[in-house]
């Protein structure tokens, strides 16, 4: 019988454990376990998520659940950087609109789709919680309030 190659790392391994020891009940580290993973890859496997699933003894549909509702777990292949932009009821009254077009155009990509340099991907999001300088849009960890044109050049490199 041949042994099952690892599928995290054992530094993934080591961080998810120290997370599930803050918690009696180990499900409860789902969310930090993905981040974990995801910290190293960009991106969830199936894998990876049954891999998750074991160490937290819970199934991998319960775990995909987590990961699917959680709008910060990415289930397919990012660019390096994400851009999500608000499509909520505020930021679509302000322009969400024109800023996923201009996004999408400069980039040369649908929402959802990586960039051919591999460096971006453009995602919706629903509210970011800056309704009063929307339209907004979140690159990486940054915030960015009242997007415009210039905004977006100014992020994308002119």
Not at 122 to 143: F, R, S, T
Request: glycine residues 6%.
């Amino acid at each position: 019988m041949t042994e099952k190659p690892a599928v995290l790392t054992a530094v993934e391994i080591e961080e998810i454990t120290a997370e599930m020891s803050h918690y009696a009940d180990k499900a409860a580290a789902s969310i930090e376990a993905l981040k974990i993973v995801q910290k190293y890859r960009r991106w969830v496997s199936d894998d990876c998520l049954i891999a998750v699933a074991e160490l937290l003894d819970i199934s991998p549909a319960q775990l995909e659940g987590v990961a699917t509702f959680y709008n910060l777990i990415y289930r397919q292949p990012v660019g390096r950087t994400v851009i999500h932009y608000c499509n909520s009821v505020s930021c679509w009254i302000m322009g969400s609109e024109q800023v996923q077009e201009r996004l999408c155009r400069r980039l040369n990509v649908e929402p959802g789709e990586m960039s051919a340099d591999g460096e971006y991907t453009v995602l919706p999001i629903v509210c970011l919680g800056a309704c009063d300088h929307a339209p907004v849009m979140l690159v990486g960890d940054q915030l960015r309030h009242d997007v415009t044109d210039d905004v977006i050049d100014e992020i994308l490199g002119g």
